[in-house]
């Protein structure tokens, strides 16, 4: 035996190799060995090879030995399957009968069958709409191959028309590098069950499900964008009859054989209900015997609420209108809810300016329509018309709460950069910063005062010195931050600032920075701990000395004295 197979294996070897391009061969001639998953060409001189991958299906069944011999003929074998697939013959291009020995088939060894067919391709050297139609349809015959195979109704139709049976099937789709060895279903299985699911918003965790066959192994092989497999779920034994699926009801096959829902939630509060998955075939499949199956009992808890701003950083003129649009989403999954409405909600607005906490700008916030437009479409909230007065770096502070208050939601707006209609401000990231600022505490560790940090920076050193910014303000690494402005103005006023020392927020000073690559002097001002101490370790408050705040505590102590003793005298009076 092994003999024969290594004469049949070099005679295969001298097959090949008499038509291999070779040296002597035309530039240009080529050949491609799938097996090889390479293309073999000569090229001489300044030519160049201009190669067009094209859509080929690969198909193998297997059939039982003893099948009859008649079947295999050439002419009849591509006409039986040209029939069974319901294709011209003509796109059947290539057929190859692998035999086994006699003493296999004499044991029940099985015969295989492999099959190439594709569509001549287009003169175009490039892919034209006539390819991607031929790819397009060998995709879908490929599909509808599988599908019926997967499900027996291929096996039968086989039976019945042709009088074989189809015992294996391995397929390559078009333009794919692997071969999918097409199992029989028999099974769904969840892998991870849906949980901590909230109203109005996707489950925290999404459930996974495999397909299997009658021996516990994936059924890999049937993915297909035009005619899918899908898994769809439906609510059973629910405690809440009107709580309905949102989002996501059905989720589609990949050809690994998983099926991993993304977004599949619940619309109201729900004590107890279970998800119950069913698998749904393609169209065209009729013979399709797959029980569903059933999670564990979950329950779905209330909303839970928070707002995004939908508007990039605003760059407006003073007395210029802009709009201000949030949507309410979930506050752990961050992705909008499906209905503002829902349990009929009634949602009411309001924005104001938010206080910095040093270097507000003197502008008042108005709007010229005093309108809110609630959108039930994509479930968010416009301010419109909002205009501000006066120059600087704002922020908006977005108050939403529904009916009852039973949501009372608050935001802070993206900044919102005024400035004067005469000023031109582009800010472009290629543009190199040229101040760099550091702190001595970290500025990152609170992201929700980091927009307020950029504002007070910009207030306190860009416009209070009328600069113009050129690029976006930046914090980073803890402790720094980083912008670009404009050098047509002289920012003499700006370093001397620096020299004097400047206090972001109350307990976080700048120590160093850095103009147009030099050092600036920074005056760093003292930080008073608890015991007294300033940043250089000196028993010294505000500038107070240390003998003086002894004798400014002892007169507090005194005072404290007195009160007492005023107190214990009106008690026994």
């Not at 039986?80 to 086994?100: C, H, M």
């Not at 400035?419 to 560790?445: C, R, W």
């Not at 927020?505 to 300033?534: F, Y």
Request: one cysteine or more.
């Amino acid at each position: 035996m092994r003999i024969l197979t290594m004469l049949t294996l070099l005679h295969r070897i001298q097959i090949l190799d008499s038509f291999m391009p070779k040296i002597s061969n035309e530039s240009g001639t080529n050949l491609a060995v799938r097996e090889h998953r390479k293309v073999y060409a000569t090229m001489a001189g300044s030519d160049y090879l201009d190669f067009k991958m094209t859509a080929v299906l690969f198909l193998k069944f297997g059939v039982p030995a003893i099948t009859e011999d008649a079947f295999f003929e050439p002419n009849n074998l591509v006409q039986n399957f040209a029939d069974l697939f319901g294709i011209d013959p003509s796109r059947i291009r290539r057929v190859n009968i692998i035999g086994e020995s006699r003493r296999k088939r004499q044991v029940g060894g099985t015969k295989f069958i492999e099959l190439v067919i594709y569509d001549n391709p287009s003169n175009s050297s490039s892919i034209s709409t006539e390819d991607e139609q031929s790819e397009a349809s060998l995709n879908q015959l490929y599909a509808n191959i599988t599908s019926l195979y997967t499900t027996g109704e291929l096996q039968q139709m086989a039976a019945t028309k042709l009088n074989v049976t189809l015992s294996s099937l391995q397929a390559e789709k078009p333009l794919s590098n692997s071969t999918n060895e097409i199992r029989k279903l028999d099974k769904i299985k969840i892998i991870q069950e849906a949980a901590n699911c909230r109203e109005q918003s996707p489950c925290q965790t999404q459930p996974i499900l495999v397909v299997l066959d009658e021996s516990n192994r994936t059924v890999t092989g049937l993915e297909s964008l035009t005619n899918p497999w899908r898994i769809k779920v439906k609510v059973v034994s629910s405690t809440n009859l009107n709580s309905e699926i949102i989002f996501e009801s059905e989720a589609n096959l990949r050809d690994d054989g998983f099926v991993q829902f993304s977004r599949l939630g619940m619309s109201q509060v729900t004590n107890s209900f279970k998800f119950e998955f069913e698998l749904i075939a393609p169209e065209g499949v009729s013979n399709l015997n797959v029980p569903s199956v059933q999670q564990s009992a979950i329950s779905c808890s209330q909303a839970v609420l928070d707002l995004q701003n939908m508007d990039e950083k605003l760059i407006v003129d003073t007395d210029e209108e802009f709009n201000l649009t949030v949507s309410i989403i979930d506050k752990y999954s961050r992705q909008v809810v499906h209905n503002i409405s829902w349990r009929n909600h009634v949602w009411k607005a309001s924005a104001r300016i938010y206080n910095l906490p040093k270097n507000q700008p003197d502008g008042d916030l108005a709007s010229s329509s005093d309108s809110v437009e609630v959108n039930m479409e994509t479930n968010s909230i416009k301010f419109i018309d909002l205009f501000f007065n006066s120059p600087g770096m704002y922020i908006i502070e977005i108050i939403i709460f529904s009916t009852g208050n039973e949501y009372f939601l608050m935001k802070k707006s993206n900044l919102i950069l005024v400035k004067q209609s005469s000023q031109a401000i582009v800010l472009s990231e290629l543009e190199p910063p040229n101040l760099y600022l550091k702190f001595d505490k970290n500025i990152t560790q609170n992201t929700d005062m980091i927009e307020v940090y950029k504002a007070i920076i910009y207030n306190s050193l860009i416009a209070k010195y009328n600069l113009t910014l050129t690029r976006e303000i930046s914090i980073y690494d803890n402790n720094m931050a980083n912008l670009a402005f404009s050098l047509d103005t002289d920012p003499t006023s700006l370093v001397t600032e620096l020299n004097n020392g400047f206090v972001l927020v109350d307990g976080i000073n700048l120590v160093e920075a850095t103009l147009n690559d030099q050092s600036v002097d920074v005056k760093v001002l003292s930080v008073v701990d608890e015991n007294g101490l300033d940043s250089n370790g000196n028993d010294n408050i505000d500038g107070i000395s240390s003998s003086a705040c002894k004798i400014k505590l002892e007169i507090q102590q005194l005072m404290f004295l007195m009160v007492l003793l005023m107190n214990i005298f009106i008690f026994f009076n």
